[in-house]
């Protein structure tokens, strides 16, 4: 049966079960057990001060009113650098190619950032489609070109996501085949396109963390244009 490239898009199952169920089980292996201390063993510890980092980085930015946001965006943030790196494992496949999933995250969280604005501060969220200093005859059009702007911030968060990460599976795909196809043919350039294929991965490893930290990142900036 000939296989697409894009068919790793796809979930893969054995025995009518999806593999993707199965991967998602290794994330409870790290979750800790019931115990009478708050920090048990290393793993604790090492969760513990990751969650505090991104915590930290992702207030930064924000006043006291957009840190009622930290849990929403803390576990955002863990959730999608869960998948992505998952998504990295063999037999599986990464949920966050698929635009449809991108965009159920992006646009109710970028709709509830534009609202908390409209309600807490309209004056101030308004004023963001008109800049001050505008010349009169170029009114309308810089107010359709804000708010087109605006509107297309769900849309770029998905597709930015979907993008990056569909890319990088592609190209590990491409020059994988090729390392298989040429190791019977020329050995001494299969093994040096198995390097690049390992630099890659590393690299993949690096875009599917950062990726993750881009799409919070943007969604608490756009959060602190409105509070």
């Known amino acids: 049966m000939n296989l697409s490239f894009f068919d790793q ?7 009518g079960i999806p593999l993707i169920l199965i991967s998602l089980l290794f994330p409870a292996l790290l979750l800790p057990s019931p115990h009478n201390r708050w920090i048990t063993n290393r793993i604790s510890t090492l ?12 207030m930064t ?5 957009g840190h009622k946001w930290a849990l929403i965006l803390s ?6 650098l869960s998948i992505n790196l998952l998504g990295l494992l063999p037999y599986t ?4 190619t698929q635009l449809s999933m991108n965009l159920a995250l992006a646009f ?17 969220s308004l004023g963001h489609l008109l800049p001050e200093g505008t010349p009169t005859p170029l009114i309308p059009a810089l107010i359709m070109i804000e708010t ?37 043919i020329m050995p001494a350039i299969s093994i040096l396109t198995a390097c690049v294929l390992l630099l890659l991965t590393i690299l993949e490893l690096a875009v599917a963390m950062i990726q993750a930290y881009v799409f919070v990142l943007l969604l608490s900036l756009y959060l602190q244009e409105n509070i």
């Open 93 to 96: 496949f990464t949920p966050t």
């Open 75 to 80: 576990s955002l943030m863990i959730f999608l």
């Open 9 to 15: 898009f796809m979930s893969p199952y054995l025995l």
């Open 148 to 184: 087109t702007s605006l509107l297309i911030r769900p849309l770029a968060l998905g597709v930015r996501l979907t993008a990056n990460l569909t890319a990088g599976h592609l190209l590990i795909q491409l020059i994988s085949t090729a390392t298989a196809v040429l190791f019977s």
């Open 108 to 124: 109710p969280l970028w709709l509830a950032t534009l609202l908390t604005g409209l309600r807490n501060q309209p004056s101030a």
């Open 61 to 65: 930015p924000l006043n006291k009113k």
């Open 47 to 58: 969760q513990s001060w990751f969650i505090y980092t991104i915590t930290k980085q992702l």
